[in-house]
């Protein structure tokens, strides 16, 4: 059974980097078909899906965050990170890692609160 553990800073201030890492046991990042996606819910609204990185390391981002997003992954320690540059008030949001991509996700993390202020 696959689990996914977010783990990072749960308040950033802003302009600042948001760094948060994703810990998965119970299946390899690598293992092929495979993607893995951090997707956020901001207070009060739905869920945004912000991007993922497939089994062989290839990423895609939501456009409307990708100028300030990043995720990488260390395969030896089977975890994959979020970065989220510049950020404002506007990114506070509990924060998911997910396996899967497209809205078709079969294994979440329990979620992490990320508070944007000074």
């Known amino acids: 059974q696959v689990q996914l553990q977010e783990s990072g800073p749960g308040l950033v201030k802003p302009s600042q980097t948001l760094s948060l890492t994703c810990t998965v046991s119970?299946?390899?990042?690598?293992?092929?078909?495979?993607?893995w996606s951090w997707i956020r819910q901001p207070p009060g609204k739905g869920l945004e899906w912000m991007g993922v990185?497939?089994?062989?390391?290839?990423?895609y981002y939501s456009p409307s965050l990708k100028s300030r997003t990043s995720i990488s992954r260390d395969t030896s320690k089977n975890q994959f990170s979020l970065q989220l540059s510049s950020v404002t008030p506007e990114d506070t949001a509990v924060y998911y890692c997910?396996?899967?991509?497209?809205?078709?996700?079969?294994?979440w993390g329990q979620g992490t609160q990320v508070t944007v202020s000074s």
């Open positions: 997910a396996r899967g991509s497209n809205w078709c996700y079969d294994s």
């Open positions: 119970g299946a390899s990042i690598t293992i092929s078909s495979y993607a």
């Open positions: 990185i497939a089994y062989d390391g290839s990423t």
